[in-house]
């Protein structure tokens, strides 16, 4: 028996040589797209491999000698198996377009052009195919979903088209090849125990290779530029040189081949970046900070994949940008971009938009604008229907923290005061719609209310001497006044300043005179001259004379 068994297995051993001689030589000059790189699972050998995923399981002879493992039976988690690809089974996969936002359109192979808006809407998850080109316009943002769950952010001006989509093996592996030809994408690649995938994106000058990592490539002026913010890349330049790139790194690759490796640069941090935003197109603006050519600004409603941005803009200089978005609550990925066009490590901002009902749009009183309260109107132009009525409120500051006006509930664009006191004032008006929700204040306005002109009621003679009188104003105001003998007051023949609302005069001669004052209201604010008022000094004993009997 014993003889036996071992005739039996000196036949196996003598078939297995003889399968492996047989079977596909393996070219050991294979280049590396001949080639899928296999990362291991818990409970792998080369047997179970062959089994799920190639077309004969007994090419798991071939991987041995391929990948010169000691042990067939047992191989660590997540070594990485040289698979020809040649050996696998494949089949066509596809991906999913699961966001469209502005001007984004669809090409595929029969040249069949599809438009966002037109031929499919927001609601619509557009399954795409080998072949096809996605093209994005000024405002374009467009997210694509692949099999493995690996996700990609088209962005504004950008073409892409899918050179490749494989399902390999029993399904689980996924080898996605796509060509960049302009504009800018960000990548979020899986790698896990369900999903092996080999990911590649090309562009005329360079070619990146990852696995399990978010990275951003652009293609602008036949230059590449690849960044790298979490996991590692592989970039190749046309001169077949490799870069392996890790977080916080990036890589520019001209069109002759002459690459730059740089450092990203860090998240930027704002003391004062706003929680509340009330305004569309979205603008902020915010402190210098070194070496900061403008930002990248992707935004994401709070809970959604960071790959399903609903806007995303790059800007020069000191402000953020974002689109016209719906009310919401939002997260801001925000990356600062350096002197070499590369986009840093982004941070991460919360923030909730209120921009409607719109606010109103102020016409009078106008910025700085002087007016007496007797001519005063409040009015103002709503932004558009949504706007049912209206909240006023005026301040002496601009903090809103004096309200001396708070009109809430207002029908018509039209307000007119009564009993405010001389002195700056700031104003600003609200929207309301049809269910009650009050919109953001619009911009803030500020005027001053003048003193009255006071009214010269008397000229009273007695003898040579004449008491002038007028109207009092508020309290607190001081007034100058100024006597002469002609209108222009080209000689001031007095001045005088006082609290009091009449002023006694002596001596003067008899003749004809003008006089004038001017107010200083309790803020200190000097108002203009007012107009000139004629008094007459009798010669009283020439009158006497006159009369007598």
Do not use: C
């Amino acid at each position: 028996m014993k003889t036996i068994i071992k005739i039996w297995l000196q036949m196996m051993v003598a078939l297995a040589l003889l399968f492996s001689v047989a079977s596909a030589e393996v070219d050991q000059t294979q280049s590396d797209e001949d080639i899928f790189l296999y990362k291991t699972i818990p409970g792998d050998s080369l047997w179970n491999i062959a089994q799920r995923h190639l077309h004969s399981i007994k090419l798991w002879i071939d991987l041995k000698k391929i990948n010169q493992l000691p042990n067939d039976d047992y191989i660590e988690p997540g070594t990485l198996i040289k698979v020809p690809r040649k050996w696998l089974k494949t089949n066509q996969s596809t991906a999913t377009l699961v966001s469209a936002i502005g001007a984004v359109k669809v090409v595929n192979s029969n040249q069949q052009t599809l438009e966002f808006g037109q031929d499919f809407t927001e609601k619509d998850n557009l399954v795409l195919v080998t072949g096809d080109v996605i093209l994005t316009g000024d405002d374009g943002l467009a997210t694509i979903l692949f099999k493995d769950g690996s996700r990609l952010l088209l962005q504004s001006n950008s073409e892409l088209i899918l050179n490749d989509l494989i399902a390999l093996g029993d399904g689980s592996l996924s080898d996605i090849k796509l060509q960049l030809d302009k504009g800018r994408l960000e990548n979020r690649v899986y790698s896990s125990p369900i999903s092996n995938t080999n990911y590649e994106v090309k562009t005329a000058t360079a070619t990146t290779s990852v696995r399990g990592t978010v990275f951003r490539m652009g293609f602008d002026n036949e230059d590449s530029v690849t960044e790298v913010v979490t996991g590692k890349v592989a970039t190749k330049a046309q001169s077949d040189a490799v870069a392996e790139l890790v977080a916080g790194q990036a890589i520019i690759i001209s069109k002759d081949g002459e690459s730059k490796q740089v450092e990203m640069l860090p998240a930027p941090e704002f003391a004062n970046f706003p929680q509340l935003i009330e305004a569309v197109p979205i603008k902020i603006d915010v402190e210098a900070i070194d070496n900061v050519t403008g930002y990248a600004t992707k935004i994401i409603p709070v809970g959604s994949d960071e790959q399903d941005a609903v806007s995303s803009m790059r800007s020069e200089g000191n402000v953020l940008l974002g689109n016209d978005l719906p009310d919401g609550r939002y997260q801001a990925m925000i990356s600062a971009i350096d002197q070499n066009g590369v986009t840093g490590q982004p941070g991460k901002y919360e923030f909730i938009l209120n921009a409607r009902p719109f606010a109103a749009v102020l016409t009078t009183p106008a910025q700085d604008e002087k007016v007496l309260l007797r001519h005063l109107t409040f009015t103002w132009d709503k932004a558009n229907d949504e706007a049912k009525t209206f909240y006023l409120q005026v301040a002496r500051d601009n903090n809103f923290r004096d309200i001396v006006i708070d009109a809430d509930n207002l029908s018509e664009p039209t307000y007119k005061p009564e009993d405010l006191l001389s002195g700056i004032y700031f104003w600003r008006v609200a929207s309301i719609d049809e269910n009650g929700k009050r919109g953001p204040f619009s911009a803030i306005k500020d005027f001053r209310i003048l003193l009255e002109d006071p009214n010269l009621e008397k000229a009273n003679v007695k003898t040579a001497d004449i008491q002038l009188e007028w109207a009092a104003l508020e309290e607190g105001t001081q007034y100058l006044i100024q006597i002469s003998d002609n209108i222009a007051f080209e000689k001031v023949l007095l001045e005088q300043s006082l609290s009091d609302n009449q002023l006694f005069v002596e001596n003067l001669v008899p003749g004809i005179y003008f006089f004038r004052i001017q107010s200083t209201a309790s803020d200190g604010y000097v108002s203009e001259w007012g107009l000139p008022h004629q008094f007459e000094v009798l010669d009283i004993q020439s009158v006497s004379e006159k009369i007598k009997p």
